[in-house]
């Protein structure tokens, strides 16, 4: 069908126009029917790429399947995910790999699971995986824990540099953090709560970047919270080291004390920072520090998340209300320009992977991603996800995805 008037955002041309888009549609993709003909009240992207998701799937079903997670994605307007290794076996050899992407088969050809492995054998920190044999990983990481021996993380990073492929690090020191759940603000004072300190995910941030200085490997900064680190990344980049961060939806539009309660639907790791750290990471965004958005999609079933902050699991979901929540920290806060937040979700990731993102005003076939441009409550249930552990919930955003389809 064509759309006509539509505004397209295409960041491989840098278009920013309005245009008629002829598009193709499936009408089991599980999106409210619309009436696209008048392409007035929506944006088209590129479909959205996110470098950081839990599918949980194998040993945490009872939080996400690859089905149900595949749904959540597509729902969220996503047409490429990594998957992150921190499964029950964890993903450290080549037929976990293809499991993984075997999760295709729910998308209806949509989606694209590139897979990530980990780090060490186990993902227990210890003995370095040889990238070599894992064909089918698109990086490596031992995402839901950094690994803490510097000797072996150097390893790690002098091998994946020969083979051309990135390492992602979740930048929290274990020996740093010292249990923090939280940081200092009214509800974790008024429950007693353990104080994550910044220099948890600053150390370690300083530690992954100069050994990406030290052996030439590509390196990507895993859910950047804190406004400090931003210069040490920065520093990074002007030296030439391949440094390269994310930051989620959550960190750049929630900061610590809007924590309502001891309510761990606000749990994650690290944790949200303060109000001057999420100026700190918007500058981010606008200066290039920061070289996209990601999800860190982190669903997990109520029992897991019952019993406040000292007993519930790190993490929240965030595919499905991610592209609204970055506009509007980001877009609608004029930080960076519609074209740019395009970009931050799409030839910015790729470019991390090392993928070709098609033009959408000029490429049939091309995955299009559309937002109808209309106030949107996050629901409290109801998403494609198994969970619903997320902070967002109740909160009105500027937009929705509405649709995911093909150019023709």
């Known amino acids: 069908m064509k759309i006509k008037g539509i505004r397209v955002l295409d960041p491989v041309t840098s278009e920013d126009a309005v245009m008629d888009l002829n598009v193709s549609f499936d009408p089991l993709d599980g999106f409210a029917v619309e009436d696209f003909s008048d392409g007035s009240a929506y944006i088209a992207i590129p479909s959205a790429i996110d470098l950081h998701v839990h599918f949980r799937e194998p040993g ?3 939080s996400e399947t690859l089905e149900s997670g595949v749904r959540a994605a597509i729902r969220g307007g996503f047409g490429t995910v990594v998957t992150m290794p921190n499964t029950n076996p964890p993903v450290d050899n080549e037929d976990a790999l293809r499991f993984q992407i075997s999760g295709e088969r729910y998308s209806r050809g949509k989606l694209r699971i590139l897979p990530s492995a980990c780090c060490t054998m186990g993902r227990k ?4 995986v040889n990238p070599e044999e894992l064909p089918s990983a698109a990086a490596f990481t031992d995402d839901g824990s950094m690994v803490g021996d510097d000797s072996v993380m150097e390893t790690v990073m002098a091998r994946c540099a020969q083979c051309g492929k990135p390492v992602m690090d979740h930048a929290v020191s274990p020996a740093l953090s010292r249990g923090g759940v939280i940081r200092d603000c009214r509800t974790a004072r008024e429950n007693g709560l353990s104080i994550f300190p910044d220099e948890a995910e600053t150390q370690a941030v300083m530690r992954d970047c100069t050994l990406s200085g030290r052996t030439g490997c590509r390196v990507h900064i895993q859910h950047i919270s804190c406004g400090a680190s931003i210069g040490i990344i920065r520093e990074a980049q002007d030296r030439g080291w391949k440094v390269t961060a994310e930051a989620t939806p959550h960190h750049l ?4 004390e809007d924590i309502p309660s001891d309510d761990a639907n606000w749990k994650m790791n690290p944790p949200l920072g303060t109000a001057n750290d999420v100026r700190e990471l918007r500058n981010g965004v606008a200066c290039g520090a920061i070289t996209c958005f990601a999800t860190d999609h982190a669903p997990h079933s109520p029992a897991k998340k019952a019993g406040g902050f000292a007993k519930a699991m790190f993490g929240v979901t965030g595919l499905e209300t ?3 929540a970055t506009w509007l920290s980001t877009v609608s806060s004029s930080v960076i320009s519609p074209l740019q937040w395009a970009q931050m979700w799409t030839t910015r990731p790729a470019s991390v992977l090392g993928i070709r993102v098609p033009s959408i005003a000029h490429e049939p076939g091309a995955g299009v991603t559309i ?3 209309e106030p949107w409550t996050v629901p409290h249930a109801d998403f494609a ?3 619903s552990n997320t902070p967002f919930a109740g909160m009105t955003l ?4 509405a649709a995911m389809c ?3």
Do not use: H, N, Q, Y
């Open 60 to 62: 945490g079903e009872d």
């Open 385 to 387: 996800s198994k969970s």
């Open 398 to 401: 500027p937009c929705k995805v």
């Open 406 to 408: 093909f150019t023709e």
């Open 371 to 373: 937002l109808k441009m």
């Open 125 to 128: 920190g210890r003995i370095p």
């Open 253 to 256: 539009l929630l900061c610590a």
């Open 322 to 324: 991610a592209l609204p």
